[in-house]
């Protein structure tokens, strides 16, 4: 008989583990989705970027494989009358940093060379030669992202892995997890709020900044929760030349997007869990991002806000790194959840090592132990240092 996995949760890392599961490994899933339309879902509302630029090597190899992967989509992930189209760009990642923090930058440099990265660091004098139009006069360092840095269309490839998995043969209904039934180490069916039970040989929880709640039942805590995050849109008649994606050591970050520019910031007011998504921070571009924006480029005095959205971060508060592997305790339930901001990036990777891992096959794609959730048990925090 067929192994069958439930996957609980319909985000990006659901689909791109239900694709690779059914695609590679004939196995039987069935993904379960609270709401299909994906209104809250991270996935539908990430700014979708990729760089190589992290503090952990893992980190950087599973975005070093993911963009391989999104470079030949269109046949990785091809389904008869539907063109995979990522508009995917690769201006880099440009981090700059003052007097406090080029030690860091420094130590971070070394990590990401020594992974294959092409990561160049820039003097204030090589900084303005590249990027006449930036402000460098108080800056002591920063690094720019050479090769494979950018960002890409993140729903297409949500969309594109979803539609590959049905073609391979993955079932998806509409249902909200409520609990288990298990013996011993081992789950065995998902009960869902409407009454129906889907027996399973292995259970994956994929529910984003919402998991640890699916989670619970099994006695895990995971320490992952919603974290908002505004993003602005704004129109400048400002020409930046070659423009990568510019983080300030302020921590506000901007890029081209369309016929503009998107940008952000940390909250000014603390980081609460799951505040409203409508409720959008506008006091946040006026005091913190606009007066950054027109230092850093003195061409963004003369800016207008288009619009804005939010998204939430499905934040790790152990350590800002995924969790990705068996939960801790259980033989045969996983979870892949808490990527803090980079988890569209890697979720090609991510989804190609953990369905091997649930189907006991190979992958290509480098191991998931260093972001095992066992971790969580032993309170050795893998930290990335490198979040934005």
Known sequence: MKQHVVIIGAGVMGCATACFLARDHGVQ??????????ARASSALSASSIR????????????????????RVHTELA????????????????????????????????????AGAQVALLSPAALQQRFAW?????LALASLGLQGEGWFDGPALWQAFQRKARASGARFMRGEAIGYDHRGQ??????TLSGERVAADAVLLCGGAWTAALAHPLGVALPVSARKRDVFVFDSPAHLPHCPLVVDASGVWFRPEGRGFITGAPPRHGDPAEPPLQDIDHGLFDSVIWPVLAHRVPAFEALRVRSAWAGYYEMNDFDHNGLAGALPGWANAYTACGFSGHGMQQAPAVGSALAALVAGGSSTAPALEPLSPQRLSGSKPAAEHCII
């Open 29 to 38: 899933v069935t993904v379960i989705e609270r709401e299909p339309g994906g």
């Open 52 to 71: 190589q630029q992290f503090s952990l090597p893992i980190n950087i190899a599973l975005s070093q494989w993911s963009l391989a992967f999104m470079q």
């Open 79 to 114: 389904v008869p009358g539907h063109e995979v189209a990522l508009g995917l760009v690769l201006p880099g990642y440009l981090f700059l940093a003052d007097a406090t923090g080029a030690a860091t930058l420094q130590a971070h440099h070394a990590v990401q060379t020594a």
């Open 134 to 138: 930036l402000n460098s006069a108080d």
């Open 186 to 191: 081992h789950v065995s069916a998902v009960h």
